[in-house]
């Protein structure tokens, strides 16, 4: 299951939730937390979970709750907005410890939700815990946000992100070495189509496996990034291809265009297929 792009919608705004699928985003987040104000937090578990429960509501895409990090607005989350009521993931903010995702895992299990967790790194302490969060059993993706990061050690946001560098690249080596998805931080200037796909390349450089996306406009952009092209397409076919022959003759290396390939090589190659399926490019 891909997640290129991740796309926020207010958990308070049901037309903006039954819409987001519609966007191509391959994982539509119904936001609970930062997009709600706080006198509005029960109206919209409510329109959570009026969305979720619609019949008429059938996503083609993976469907995620960001709850609130405090655990019992969480539970209260749970409560109104996802018992009975179906759930592809659920997203964990401000995640410092891997005691955090069990804590909420719990919270979940209480209320009848079985759904792995989207784990997100937006602190100082988080980042350094990265590792320890992203190995909780709980956690199938970890993502880093680098707004909130920014704000908490005092650094200045600058178009080139160096300031941030740092963060991102621990979180994406820490999902690697846990091994579940690695999720980059928002483009936070909607308008900019441009920086947006400079940004995306090169967090798809960095090694991460989609992107958070907060307007419908963000999804192409990011999707198309990390769509591979036709030449990597047919590359990792043939890797592939030469993969399956070399283990039916027992060969754990083999050589494809010249190239010495081994599981690291056939790893990137799987990648690549993994990609091109979510993109319809993969026959």
Not at 99 to 111: C, S, V
Not at 252 to 277: K, N, S, T, Y
Request: charged letters at 30%.
């Amino acid at each position: 299951m891909a997640r290129r792009s991740l796309l926020f919608s207010p958990g308070d705004r049901p037309e903006m939730m039954r819409k987001g699928p519609g966007s191509g985003a391959d994982v539509v987040i119904f936001d609970l937390e930062d997009a709600v104000a706080p006198d509005r937090k029960s109206e919209a578990r409510e329109a959570v979970a009026d969305v979720l429960s619609d019949p008429a509501f059938d996503p083609d895409c993976e469907v995620c709750v960001r709850v609130n990090a405090d655990p019992t607005v969480a539970d209260e989350d749970a409560k109104v907005a996802l018992s009975d009521n179906p759930v592809d993931s659920v997203m964990l903010p401000k995640a410092e410890s891997a005691e955090d995702a069990e804590t909420l895992a719990g919270i979940l299990a209480e209320r009848g939700v079985d759904a792995p967790l989207i784990a997100i790194c937006e602190s100082a302490t988080g980042v350094l815990r990265a590792e320890a969060v992203a190995a909780a059993d709980p956690v199938d993706a970890l993502a880093f946000g680098a707004e909130d990061f920014a704000a908490d050690v005092g650094a200045t946001r600058t178009s080139d992100g160096t300031e941030v560098l740092y963060a991102r690249e621990h979180v994406v080596v820490a999902a690697a070495a846990a091994g579940v998805d690695a999720i980059d931080t928002l483009h936070t200037d909607i308008e900019d189509e441009a920086g947006l796909a400079e940004e995306t390349a090169f967090a798809l450089e960095l090694g991460f496996d989609g992107k958070i996306c907060i307007h419908p406009s963000q999804v192409p952009v990011v999707n198309d990034a990390f769509t591979p092209p036709a030449d990597r397409i047919e590359w990792a076919r043939r890797v592939l291809d030469a993969a399956e022959a070399a283990d039916r003759e027992g060969r754990g290396v083999f050589r494809v265009d010249g190239q010495m390939v081994d599981a690291p090589l056939i790893g990137q190659a799987e990648r690549v297929r993994e990609r091109a399926r979510a993109a319809d490019a993969w026959e």
